[in-house]
């Protein structure tokens, strides 16, 4: 959590509201594979999280990427590209057609993320009260 929170903070868009982080309290619940996603982190030597990434389902044959975080001390380096590829991976395993990733609009590491990956922006709107651009990426 203390990842996930600090990465926001850093961005200017925490949001103080236990509600929208319930999905991380428990991880296995909201992301197991019995509910057709996966949770990905990377860690160092030392056992420190560096970076985390989650697959949920959004619908038949749609997954959601949520939850793409990397420390801000260890962004471009390509642990985010590693995540994201690893949560694509699980995406086709579960045969999913496609994927949704959403990003806050002033999160532009995510948004060129989301661009170099094969992500197309399908439409701008709010989520959680902020201004959000959603994309998506075929898998067939």
Not at 8 to 16: C, E, K, T
Not at 117 to 127: A, C, D, L, S, Y
Request: glycine share 10%.
């Amino acid at each position: 959590m203390q990842l996930h929170q600090a990465v926001l903070r850093d961005a200017g868009i925490f949001i103080d509201d236990p509600v929208l982080d319930k999905d991380l309290e428990n991880i296995q619940q909201s992301y197991g594979q019995a509910q057709g996603g996966t949770f990905v982190v990377a860690i160092d030597a030392a056992g420190c999280l560096l970076a985390m990434g989650g697959l949920q389902y959004s619908a038949p044959d749609i997954g959601e990427i949520r939850r793409m975080r990397v420390a801000a001390q260890h962004q471009h380096r390509g642990i985010g590209q590693r995540i994201l590829e690893a949560l694509t991976v699980q995406a086709r395993q579960f045969a999913y057609q496609r994927l949704l990733f959403a990003a806050a609009d002033v999160q532009w590491q995510a948004q060129k993320l989301c661009i170099k990956n094969g992500f197309i922006p399908v439409r701008r709107g709010q989520r959680c009260g902020l201004k959000t651009i959603f994309y998506e990426k075929s898998l067939i």
